[in-house]
């Protein structure tokens, strides 16, 4: 019978009304789990409820624990690299030829409202920012036309605390959330304060409004609906510290008891005893007021009638390496990285694992990139330039308006993995592209490099060796004349 037909006859198990059992284990309220008792939050409330908290602790794991320290780096240096570089796609080939060289040789550099980095060193700001923070704003500067930048725009980094993410409000026409504006459902502004609150500069205490059409907001929402990202050390930062502050107490506790090596066992004591080295004669060093005997490294002491040397035990610490290893695979996991780039412990590891590793790891990796740092960072970084640049008049473009679309067309290149086995992959892809699977654009593409930019690099090449009457074992094209 069905549980509520039992329950409206009376049905009792052991004298209580019958009650369903749990279908998952993980529902279950006995004595196991008891104690497992979560928060049901939103999206958004689950962040900034601790968001504070988390991201100084995640900047001061950062700062002072090499661990984390070096797990932030070594994702910021895969993901982005010297820069995701970005090729026009434009179907105009003379606009598009025109977009890459403005971007590579002017705008670039100038990039940085700041006048700190250029647009790839903002690129890896940002990005190690949302690693180590959770998220970062990106501002755009829309400058005159007197400004005396190659184009009237530029780009400015803001940490997430300047977008106070305690100010909410409900008004009958839009609503503020965690320090951002949504109307009908979308995000239209940004509220955000001048400067980093905790600056010690003088200045407004007030947010002010800034549209969404001028910020760009990097992070990686894990549900639906949220607002605000978390720091993505978090899973990593309590058993990184743990585990620092135990490493540093055990390499703290070598070096003390390095100074101690044994003790003379006497029968029977005198005050004079503290006062002289049995060996020499000459006074004692005296610690706590018990006396010391400092030897030499190779003494051999010969002892008063009645006295012992008494070693203490060696510490060997056995184990100590295993559990170190033990620990460090948590706090790699947290983090996303393999155990043996985050500790640079490669034993035991060949080079089919190794390559195993770095495939996992590589593909984690393409799914930020793909999934936020180009969308969210870089397409809206290179379609606010390309804005810029038709309008300042350093690009033409017949029709803007009504194809804008074609104009922003952009293709992304990250920094190309470097080949495990440089004569192995190589050979791998041209099997590939000999075989019909793959092509020249697509591998060069992987590689972070323009097939048309190859190919003008090889006739020239070709050509300044026939110039200079240069033979080589082998030329990138074959001409005529070789035939």
Known sequence: MEFETLKSRGFQIDGNPLTPQANYDAASTGPRLKNWAPGSAGPTRSVVSQLTTVRARSRDAARNNGWISNGIGNWVGNEVGTGIKPRSKAKDKAFAAAANKLWEEEF??????????????????????????????????????????????????????QVPHTLNEQRPDYEIVAGVEFRGGRRVAYWMLPRHPSDTSQGSTQPVRIPASEVIHHFAPLRPGQVRGMAETVQALVKARDFDEYDDAELTRKKTRADYTGVIKRQQYDEEDYKFDPFTGEPLENEGGVGVVNMQPGSFPALLPGEEIQLFDGDQGGGYGDFMRQQLMGVAASLGIPYELL?????NVN???????????????????????????????????????????????????????????????????????????????????????????????????????????????????????????????KTKDDE
Not at 343 to 347: A, Q
């Open 108 to 161: 670039c550099p100038a990039a940085d409202f700041d006048g700190v980095l250029d647009a790839y060193g903002l690129m890896a700001l940002g990005v190690r920012s949302r690693k180590e923070a959770g998220e970062v704003f990106l501002k755009i500067h829309h400058l005159g036309l007197d400004s005396g930048m190659p184009l009237p725009i530029q780009f400015q980094l803001i940490e997430g605390d």
């Open 343 to 347: 500790s640079g412990d490669m034993r």
């Open 351 to 477: 080079d089919r694992i190794l390559r195993a590793l770095l495939n996992e790891y590589r593909r984690r990796i393409e799914q930020y990139q793909w999934l936020y740092t180009i969308p969210q960072l870089c397409q809206r970084m290179w379609t606010a330039f390309i804005d810029a640049a038709v309008l300042a008049g350093r690009l033409q473009a017949p029709d803007y308006a009504t194809r804008r679309i074609d104009y922003i067309a952009c293709d992304w290149r990250p920094q190309a993995w470097r080949y495990l086995h440089p004569v192995q992959d190589a050979q791998g892809e041209l099997m590939l592209i000999k075989g019909g699977l793959g092509s020249r654009a697509s591998a060069a593409a992987e590689r972070g490099y323009d097939v048309e930019e190859i190919d003008e690099q090889n006739a020239a090449d070709t050509q300044r060796a026939r110039d200079m009457g240069l033979e080589y074992s082998h030329d990138p094209v």
